[in-house]
């Protein structure tokens, strides 16, 4: 052994310069080999204090005293001390900016984006162990916060459930649809027929239109929904009563009557009882029980017998003028009998031609029979004539008995025909 070092000398001296060469190698191969242990081993305590919980990390270099003679591997990956103010828990309680984490909520999450936070200012916090605990305390810090602090989209929807819902309107301010079972009954108090009509009442209660009768339930909730719809077009005419005093009528889309008002002593009035109505018609509320009302049938007289008309005498038909409320002329025309009783009266027409045609209209319904007797609400008849399609087209006077009604009836068959048409104007000269 002696022996080979002695001649490795002796060929060191000989060839310093390979020596030197083979040297300066080994040596940087030993350095190489250190500086990778080192990066190594770098690694794995830094995977070491990410898996762990950064509290107790904190608190544990807090209480252990730094190495008088660290070692610079193990420099690197340890973190430096921390300041015991770093802690969540008086993050919490105001703190000031030198001794709070990293970056407020707000940053936090804009920093989820970024790969590393700027440092902050007086801390000797290294990059990896920055970004460990700025990671976990905006993880604790946010899940506080978002709590306390809504965002802008749950601070809308917060307002709009807090926000009163819009009141839906009271039914003390709508109107009513009443629908009415007219029952007619006997001496013996025994209901032998019936018939249905509605009104519309304003939410005080004030009647503002009154139906025709129905033979059914059904036929009056189909004329409630077709008064609706014509309400809603519009289409009402207010008219000069004979009496002097103001009604509104409303008409179908063929011109022909569905109903009439009250009576009122002014234009106005009557205007306003047409507006009533097209408000408190869209509103108004079905009724949801029928009210009944029982008319007695009225006595009939002993001595109620048909008139005997002479036929060499004629009745009239008589076509009359006069001002409706926009003083506008109309026509109108009236049955007379021979004894100049009236028999009936027709609705208004804007021309006498008009009316004649009218006239013509009638004649031919009734010719065929077309009319319907009833008992009124206030217990008297009347009689109606109605077209092919069971439209109103007039309304006869009204009688204490059915026996002078259907008279009356009579009366029209036998004077309609044969009268001839004479103008109101003629008459005077």
Known sequence: MKEFIQ????????????????????????IVIVC?????????????????????????????????????????IQPAPIKEEVKPEPVKEQPTPEKTAPAPVEKV?????????????????????????????AKKLTGKKAEAAPTSNEKAEK???????????????????????LMIEDKNGTAKEEAFFFELHASNGELLLSSEEYTSY???????????????????????????????????????????GANYPTLQGAESAVESTKRFAKTAVLQDRMEELHVAIPDEEEEEEEPVYDDSIVGKWIVSSKSDADGNSVYYFELFASNGEKLLSSEEYTTYVGAVNGISTHKTNIEKDNFRISLTKRGDYIFKLLSGNGQLLCLGEHYKTKTRCENAVESVKRFAKSSPVLAASDLTD
Request: hydrophobic residues 35%; contains cysteine; proline residues 7%.
């Open 109 to 137: 999450e804009k920093t989820e984006e970024k790969p590393t936070q700027k440092p902050v200012e007086k801390t000797a916090v290294k990059p990896a162990e920055k970004k460990t605990i700025s990671e976990a305390a």
């Open 159 to 181: 307002k709009a459930e807090a926000k009163p819902t819009a009141k839906k309107p009271s039914n003390r301010y709508k109107g009513k649809w009443v629908i009415y079972d």
């Open 218 to 260: 059904s036929g009056a909730l189909g004329g409630i929904e077709t008064h609706k719809a014509n309400i809603e077009k519009g289409n009402f005419k207010i008219t000069l009563s004979k009496k002097g005093d103001y009604i509104f009528k409303l008409l179908s889309g063929k011109n022909t009557l569905l109903c009439t």
């Open 36 to 76: 990778l242990i080192a990066k190594a081993s770098k690694r794995k305590k830094a995977k070491k204090l990410a898996a762990a919980k950064p509290v107790e990390t904190v608190k544990t270099e807090v209480v252990k005293p730094q190495p008088t003679k660290p070692d610079p591997v193990k420099e690197a």
């Open 7 to 30: 001649n490795a000398i002796a060929y060191a001296k000989a060839n310093p310069i390979l020596v030197g060469v083979i040297a300066a190698c080994v040596l940087l191969a030993l």
